[in-house]
């Protein structure tokens, strides 16, 4: 069950008895790291809006960002990785369904997905051919299931990234980001409130599947994989669909006191937390359970992380409006329980009570821990890194090669096969922006979406990699024309009870924590996933942050290139230049020289937000963010989306071409001059890089050129030729 021996004890101490075995796995999943976020909850006080939560009222699902008119935007990362390594297509496409209850559950509508991945490498000789055919095995049908689940349910795929690393052979990363919009007078809540309110069961009928899920979350992987399939839950995207019209409509009704998805831990989770939130008790009798096998016991039942499952809280005497909703839709909806004024959660099974606890005990009681702080020996030796000491590579050829990996290689293959325009409310998606760009029904204004991270980075730097992970994100919905204004963040790391996972965690944590402060982009919800590790070994830490930016004017949102020519300018922020120039954590360092080192650049928050206020708020008709493969991938990459050429003339070095800089953009300007002395107003520099012309070919001083049929038969063809080839 996941437990130890001393949290155990903890438990006897707390109930002054032994636990029934319904009522000790009840505890198991809550107080897993994956509902109970045993080793994180101490560190994730460096989140402010975290920390008042937990100081006040308590979480809920999501927090709530004002648009104006009346709006609110919600938004929310959640992980899936064990689900999806043991069963890729049903784990990524769970991960979506489960994402999108979260956000209905605050009484939402869900508008928009993103995802960020994470794989072991996929190209010929990059490693074993077993694990290279593994890892082109989970990126299929974790791309799949995505695809199948969010293409059916009818909210569109939007944006997202990905990228591979030997790291993430047998333990793949799927994080799933939903975005939903909501009248501010419709917010609702998960506390359960009011003595003798019913509680009713809606949606899908439970079975066996998914038990135990939220402890397989909570461990490491192993040898015995295959036999933690029934760990994973069946999703239904039909159902789901019919699930978001009926929520919504039932919450118009007035007759809702309380909803929450069943999502983690099952009905385990949304009884017990409901409960505690709303400072009350709850009867529960799960012979009235729909399920869909007759026989299934009340640990099962209550365990269960069946899909496409709500439970409510209604006003007594108006359960039948809410039941009526959901049956007009097909959809199961009978009351199981009612609210109690003994402060206890009382559950019964064929007339037999097999759990009778204080919900407190396990939601708000679970123990934590904090380790001691160890720097490993890696990251002293990385600050040693000497980049005098490369040889100089020629220039055409580590394009070339730079382009074809597929970290930064065109995801076409990947995004073709997501719906996009489902719901009619999207601009810029993907392959065109550095964000997504809607304009939801309901308001005036637009939004901007981006979900970045860079585990090279934040394995050689924690601090420095969760800085960067904020500003790349805020950078990219800035270049879509947005003004940032929130985050999301899914915590992807190994075993927390390992020193140097502890360590990395803290510091990249702090790094995001002090960079959304200073972006006042406060970090509104999020993930923690640890135990990515397997016999293969731990995953790079990986920190991904959702980032939310609003345009107040819709007009202006642009693409990543000019659709005519123009001048191309670099805006940048200031900076001084390290000992590492721009190539330590490098991709250049990385794909073309095969060495991971060096630290990444810092990043300036407090010198961005000038930047966004640049981007966000002046007329460009294209921008650009300059980060993984440095300037010259930049510049190949707004040629290719334009399909112009270019002749730049900038120094050859290896630092200049390729070193990774932060707060540096690629814009599209018809009038040059003008762009550059509004920079200067922000306290930017800009320099121009050269003009687009309909030569086809990009030029590098006089020797050097690339044929852009070149570079975008490298750029294109990458990822689809590794896919072709499985």
């Not at 930049?634 to 399909?643: I, K």
Request: hydrophobic letters at 40%; aromatic letters at 6%; one cysteine or more.
């Amino acid at each position: 069950m996941g437990l130890n021996d001393a949290e155990y004890a903890l438990i006897l101490e707390l109930t002054g008895r032994e636990p029934s075995y319904t009522e000790l796995g009840m505890f198991a999943v809550m107080w897993s790291e994956h509902c109970g976020y045993k080793y994180s909850r101490p560190v994730l006080a460096y989140f402010s809006k975290y920390r008042e939560a937990m100081e006040g009222a308590g979480l809920e699902n999501a927090g709530v960002v004002d648009l104006g008119d009346g709006m609110g935007i919600t938004m929310k990362v959640e992980s899936h990785n064990h689900p999806s390594a043991v069963e890729p297509y049903q784990g990524a496409a769970t991960g979506v369904g489960g994402i999108i209850r979260d956000i209905l559950t605050m009484g939402a509508r869900p508008i928009a997905n993103l995802n960020a991945l994470r794989f072991g490498p996929i190209t010929e000789g990059s490693a074993p051919p077993n694990i290279v055919a593994r890892n082109r095995y989970l990126f299929e049908h974790v791309v799949a299931g995505i695809a199948g689940y969010g293409n059916c349910v009818g909210v569109p795929t939007v944006a997202g990234e990905i990228h591979f690393h030997p790291r993430y052979s047998g333990n793949p990363l799927v994080n799933a980001m939903n975005v939903g919009i909501l009248p501010l007078d419709g917010l609702t809540t998960a506390a359960a409130s009011g003595v003798g309110n019913p509680v009713i069961y809606l949606g899908s009928r439970t079975g066996k599947d998914g038990i135990h899920g939220a402890t397989f979350a909570s461990d490491t992987l192993g040898e015995d994989n295959e036999d933690k399939r029934p760990n994973v839950q069946i999703g239904d995207p039909f159902a789901e669909k019919l699930l978001i019209e009926a929520t919504l409509e039932a919450l118009q009704t007035g007759a809702v006191v309380a909803i929450q998805d069943m999502g983690a831990a099952g009905l385990t989770c949304s009884t017990i937390e409901m409960a505690a939130k709303g400072d009350v008790g709850m009867s529960v009798n799960l012979d009235l359970v729909p399920m869909r096998e007759s026989d299934m016991t009340g640990y099962e039942l209550m365990l269960s992380e069946s899909q496409e499952r709500m439970l409510a809280v209604a006003h007594a005497g108006r359960e039948a409006e809410v039941i009526e909703v959901f049956h007009r839709y097909g959809l199961p909806a009978v009351v199981i329980g009612h609210l109690t004024d003994d402060g206890r959660v009382r559950v019964t099974r064929w007339e037999e009570v097999v759990a009778d606890v204080d919900p407190h005990l396990l939601a708000d009681r679970c123990p934590t821990y904090s380790l001691p702080l160890a720097e490993p020996s890696y990251f002293s030796e990385a600050a040693e890194f000497d980049p005098s000491k490369l040889e100089p590579k020629p220039v055409r050829e580590s394009l070339l090669q730079l382009l074809a990996t597929p970290d930064i290689a065109s995801k076409r293959w990947v995004y073709q096969q997501f719906d996009q325009q489902v719901q009619t409310q999207t601009n810029v998606a993907f392959g065109r922006g550095d964000a997504a760009v809607l304009s939801p029904r309901g308001t005036s204004k637009a939004i901007a979406l981006s979900l970045d991270g860079n585990a090279r980075a934040t394995y050689l730097h924690p601090y420095r990699g969760g800085v960067l992970a904020v500003l790349e994100a805020a950078r990219n919905v800035a270049c879509a024309g947005g003004r940032p204004v929130a985050a999301t963040d899914g915590l992807n790391f190994g075993s927390p009870q390992e020193l140097h996972v502890y360590w990395q965690f803290e510091r990249a944590v702090k790094g995001i924590a002090d960079a959304a402060e200073v972006l006042q982009t406060p970090v509104i919800s999020g993930n923690v996933s640890f135990y990515n590790q397997s016999d293969l070994g731990e995953v790079l830490p990986t920190p991904l942050i959702g980032m939310l930016g609003i345009l107040d004017d819709p007009t202006l949102a642009r693409p990543s290139a000019p659709a005519v020519p123009c001048t191309l300018v670099l805006v940048e922020t200031e900076r001084e230049r390290t000992a590492h120039h721009g190539l330590g954590a490098s991709a250049i360092l990385a794909d073309v020289y095969g060495l991971e080192t060096g630290y990444p650049e810092p990043g300036s928050p407090e010198k961005e937000r000038d930047l966004h206020r640049f981007l966000s708020t002046e007329r460009l008709e294209s921008a650009h963010d300059c980060s993984e493969g440095g300037l010259l991938v930049a510049v190949a990459e707004v040629c290719l989306q334009s399909g112009f050429g270019l002749q730049l003339d900038i120094a050859p070095t290896a630092s200049d071409l390729f070193g990774e800089f932060p707060g540096r953009v690629i814009v599209g300007a018809v009038d040059p001059d003008h762009v550059i002395q509004l920079a200067a107003a922000y306290g930017l520099n800009a320099q121009v890089l050269g003009e687009l012309v309909e030569t086809g070919e990009l030029r590098l001083g006089q020797e050097i050129a690339w044929s852009i049929e070149e570079l975008r038969e490298t750029f294109e063809d990458s990822i689809a030729k590794c896919m072709a080839e499985r």
